[in-house]
Nanobody, 115 residues
Framework: QVQMVESGGGLVQAGGSLRLSCATS????????MGWYRQAPGKQRELVAS???????DCADSVKGRFTISRDNAKNTLYLQMNSLKPEDTAVYYC?????????WGQGTQVTVSS
């Protein structure tokens, strides 16, 4: 059974940092390109950062230079280091494959950035 469990979110002031984790099970994590997505209220889910199975990364322009995606294949875990957070980063953050077909979505982790 595929599971993705996101954690590490919280309430932080603008300019602060958070580190998100996504623990996976039921998949061969190391061969999957993975991504972090976010969905703000009233908006569509968007891909904010991705990492290939080989470790190449890419980020959306809105987070470039502030967010860093990484992976630990030994722990089957995906990470997102978020620095210099802005109020517009407020959203529920999810992890999944970087491209379709997607696995089932987890519960996500709420990130709230206060101004």
């Amino acid at each position: 059974q595929v599971q993705m469990v996101e954690s590490g979110g919280g309430l932080v002031q603008a300019g602060g940092s958070l580190r998100l984790s996504c623990a996976t099970s039921g998949i061969i994590f190391s061969i999957n390109g993975m991504g972090w997505y976010r969905q703000a209220p009233g908006k569509q889910r968007e891909l904010v950062a991705s990492i290939t199975s080989g470790g190449s990364t890419d980020c959306a322009d809105s987070v470039k230079g502030r967010f860093t995606i990484s992976r630990d294949n030994a722990k089957n875990t995906l990470y997102l280091q978020m620095n210099s957070l802005k109020p517009e980063d407020t959203a529920v953050y999810y992890c999944n494959r970087r491209r379709p077909p997607y696995y089932g979505w987890g519960q996500g982790t709420q990130v709230t950035v206060s101004s």
